[in-house]
């Protein structure tokens, strides 16, 4: 969509949306690519839908609307070319840490 909306208004799009959103159509990056159209998505990863801390309780796969943690959306744009860049949130991994339900949060924030 945000490719579209660049090539009908031929004016720049900052497209927002989070992880689940982008997966609907995250391959959009390769035609933003291909075209070089002047697009920057921006993704809010929080590990899945809605809020990405839900507990499969029938089972040990993960649930149905948790992700794979710290994925790196950013990479698939460079993987055609594109920019990407990856920025957290320091505070809300520090407040993390601090209700002690953190541990992936807090590896993160030290790798990033
Ligand atoms: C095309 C479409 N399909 C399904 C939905 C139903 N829906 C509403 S919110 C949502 C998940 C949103 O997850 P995410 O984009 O990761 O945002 P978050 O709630 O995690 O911030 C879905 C699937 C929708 N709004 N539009
Ligand atoms: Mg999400």
């Known amino acids: 969509m945000p490719s579209r909306r660049a090539i009908e ?14 997966g609907f159509s995250g391959m959009e990056v ?20 809605y809020r990405g801390t839900d507990v499969n309780t029938v089972g040990s796969d993960p649930a149905p609307t948790v992700f794979v943690k710290g994925s790196r959306y950013d990479k698939m744009m460079e993987a055609f070319g ?30 990033r």
Request: proline share 3%; glycine share 12%.
């Open 30 to 49: 390769e035609t933003i690519c291909r075209y070089k159209l002047p697009v920057c998505v921006v993704i809010f990863n929080n590990d899945g839908i």
């Open 82 to 111: 594109g920019v990407g860049v990856n920025a957290t949130i320091a505070g809300r991994a520090q407040a993390r840490r601090e209700r002690g339900d953190g541990l992936a949060a807090s590896r993160r924030s030290s790798t």
């Open 9 to 22: 208004t031929g004016k720049p799009v900052l497209a927002v949306e989070g992880d689940s959103a982008f």
